[in-house]
């Protein structure tokens, strides 16, 4: 673990954006452990709003409804033994929401104005108050505009495919293909860089990081390598 200089460590939020399968999550938690700084997955958050849907048996098209669930919804963040854990009317629902079905219904979720602004405050406050990584799809556009360092991290899609393809089989789901799951990713891609409120796209002064040939580890020195350039 390489501890920086408690001065920037203090001011250090790191915002990585990025489509689905692009290796946020890994990076994100491996940079946040390399510098001893907190990891906040935004998707999650997002994830357990799509959860409270199919708890609830409402509808994602029905905005008002949603627009009900989500003014009371009961969803906080817990940090134990340094590990993210999303908890939703007090249940700690982190393994529930990495179904493959709520990923896909979380991207809908998001796109209404309501619940983002509703998240966006929720990540805004814990980043205020503590150095940390924050991934998402916006994060260096919308929740933290003024971050200063920012990573736009993008690979091919069948490659991002392969990837949540090798995952699922780790977890023992053997029933997705590699065409069927890149097929979702790619729709997933067009609506999270059309959607109108607070669109997937990279900040203008991101950098961008490709890392279709690269692994997670590869990934994590160029983000590094680039942080330190500008410390």
């Excluded at 990076?27 to 510098?35: C, E």
């Excluded at 003014?71 to 963040?77: A, G, K, M």
Aim: charged residues 30%; aromatic residues 6%.
């Amino acid at each position: 673990m390489n501890v920086i200089r408690e001065d920037i460590s203090k001011k250090l939020n790191i915002a990585l954006d990025g489509p689905a399968g692009s290796g946020k999550s890994t990076v994100a938690k491996a940079l946040a452990a390399s510098y001893n700084i907190l990891y906040l997955d935004t998707g999650a958050m997002y994830r357990a709003c799509a959860f409270k849907l199919v708890k609830e048996g409402v509808s994602v098209q029905d905005s008002d409804k949603v627009k009900a669930l989500m003014e009371n919804i009961d969803l906080t963040v817990q940090y134990i033994d340094g590990v993210q854990h999303t908890f939703l009317d007090g249940e700690d629902v982190s393994a529930q929401i990495r179904q493959n079905e709520i990923s896909m219904l979380a991207s809908t979720v998001s796109t209404y104005p309501f619940v983002r602004e509703k998240l966006v405050q929720k990540q805004r406050e814990i980043a205020k108050n503590q150095p940390c990584v924050l991934d998402g799809r916006d994060i260096g556009t919308a929740v933290l505009p003024d971050a200063p360092f920012k990573f736009y991290l993008t690979a091919d899609s069948k490659v991002r495919a392969q990837r949540r393809l090798n995952e699922l089989r780790e977890k023992g789901n053997t029933q997705m293909d590699l065409t069927t799951l890149q097929k979702e990713i790619e729709e997933r891609d067009k609506q999270d860089m059309n959607r109108e409120f607070s669109p997937l796209r990279q900040a203008p002064d991101a950098v961008v990081v490709d890392n279709s040939n690269m692994n997670a580890e590869q990934t994590l020195a160029f983000i590094r390598a680039k942080i330190q350039e500008k410390i």
